[in-house]
């Protein structure tokens, strides 16, 4: 009797989707890193998990933590595709947005005096 699958559950190892490596040829990726994918290359000899990661990215970009998600892979290997993805030039990356540093209290006391001034 063969045994019934979990939902959620993959039918391939990890260890398959990514021909046996457990670190990515880059070190560069963190779980909000943006990834973009290029239009102009065909998606035609890759994996199945890499053309649908390049499917997703292909409306815009997502994280890598997103695109983790919505493959249902550990982040560790989605982070081996995608590096995969970089060196064949099928995805670009990002930097996420930085943070906002917190502003001067002076310099927004200044602007708001200034601007009661011309009121």
Do not use: F, W
Request: positive net charge.
């Amino acid at each position: 009797m063969t045994p019934r699958r979990r939902p959620g559950e993959r039918l391939v190892r990890s260890y398959v989707v990514t021909d046996g490596r457990s670190h990515p040829s880059r070190n560069t990726l963190d779980l909000v890193t943006l990834l973009i994918a290029a239009d102009d290359l065909p998606l035609t000899g890759l994996s199945p998990e890499k053309r649908r990661l390049m499917e997703l990215c292909r409306p815009g970009a997502l994280s890598v933590a997103e695109v983790a998600g919505h493959l249902e892979l550990p982040v560790s290997v989605t982070k081996v595709l995608v590096a995969d993805l970089m060196d064949s030039g099928h995805i670009v990356t990002r930097a996420p947005v930085p943070s906002a540093r917190p502003s001067d209290a002076r310099i927004l006391q200044e602007v708001l005096d200034g601007l009661r001034a011309r009121l």
